[in-house]
């Protein structure tokens, strides 16, 4: 499109039209305050190159974009990054065209700055990268964002606290309701996520067995997907747990659920006897999924094959057992090369 002379102002300017790789839409694009002809010109050509980039769509619909293109399993997860879009990426409703790599620096720096966990700064910063990335792959847009990078974790800071059977049989003895005191031992010896016990009916338990095909967060919003397909699982009880769960079976019904009865245990609650547990006993405090950590860190240190624990926790892959558990792996390393000096001794 032609360049104009600005009669009143003595400038000139100029006026594209150009189509939104997102939207598909045609929208004019106008650029006034030029002193020559000639620099309008210019402009002018610069933007007919350099349109496709050019769109209206905000991060946030983006993200929404991205959301839908990485068809999570739960609507949790959805609503989770949505919630961490609202409340730490700045420039959320900016159009992606007009986020630069300033803008994206300064967000860094002072997400960095932020009083939160370096796991929390990390997700942040890869769901910007994440949409950042889906937005080049499909709509030809510059990932400006590829230059940002992970944090490391301090690991003293981010060290996983778990507790030994004893520090757990002290903790328990200090829980004196029967459905909760039943609850915290079965995920302590199953490593059982809090979800996926919630939701245990007596019908998934059959003779020392137990089958994880579902979760539950609250109970109005029902049963949930489980976090990954690998999660499904049936998983064997020990012989004390598996008394324990007869007893509770053998006075509910096939619909109730094994832990609280016509009713799963909210989680406030769930959450409300744990920290008075911890309080009463004076064992340290640990957070409630920190029972799947310990249930698996004592079982490495009792030199559990990590294939077979994998599969008992529901990972997706041994290199994930491997890399959540490397601190008790390397403990199991020391404790081996204790037994090799040994045996050369003898």
């Known amino acids: 499109m032609p360049v104009y002379k600005d009669k009143e102002r ?31 010109s210019l402009w002018e050509s610069e933007q007919n190159v350099s349109s496709v980039s050019q769109t209206s769509i905000t991060f946030r619909e983006m993200d929404e974009k991205y959301i839908e293109y990485k068809n999570a399993r739960k609507q949790s997860t959805k609503d989770q990054e949505r919630s961490r879009v609202n409340k730490y990426v700045t420039f959320a409703d900016v159009p992606m065209s007009k986020i630069s ?7 860094y720096t002072s997400l960095i700055q932020m009083d939160m966990s370096t796991s929390l700064k990390n997700y942040c910063i890869g769901m910007v990268r994440g949409v950042f990335r889906f937005a080049h792959e499909f709509y030809d847009l510059p990932n400006d964002a590829a230059f940002l990078k992970k944090l490391k974790k301090d690991k003293k800071k981010d ?9 757990f049989n002290q903790f328990i003895q200090c829980v004196h309701l029967a459905h909760y005191r039943n609850i915290y031992t079965f995920m302590f010896w199953t490593g059982c996520r809090r979800g996926e016990a919630l939701a245990l009916r007596k019908q998934d338990y059959h003779n020392g067995t137990i089958r994880i095909h579902h979760q539950i967060k609250y109970e109005k919003d029902g049963f949930i997907p489980l976090k990954t397909d690998s999660s499904e699982r049936t998983i064997t009880l020990s012989g004390p747990l598996k008394a324990s769960v007869d007893a509770i079976a053998a006075q509910i019904d096939e619909d109730d659920y094994l832990f609280g009865f016509e ?20 064992v340290k405090k640990i957070r409630i999924h920190d029972l799947r950590h310990s249930f698996a860190t004592n079982m490495i240190h009792a030199g559990v094959n990590i294939v077979a624990l994998s599969k008992y926790l529901g990972h997706s892959t041994i290199q994930q057992t491997l890399e959540t558990y490397v601190h008790a792996l390397e403990k199991t390393d020391n404790e081996m090369v204790r037994i090799i000096e040994n045996l050369q001794k003898a």
Request: charged share 30%; glycine share 8%.
């Open 101 to 107: 790599k300033t803008v994206l620096m300064e967000w």
């Open 10 to 40: 003595g400038t000139w300017f100029a006026k594209i039209s150009a189509k939104d790789p997102v939207t598909g839409k045609y929208k004019q694009i106008l650029k006034r305050g030029f002193s020559t002809k000639r620099e309008a």
């Open 159 to 167: 060290e996983m606290l778990t507790w030994t059977p004893e520090e």
């Open 263 to 282: 009713h799963p245990i909210p989680i406030t609650n769930l959450q409300r006897y744990f920290t008075r547990g911890i309080k009463e006993s004076g």
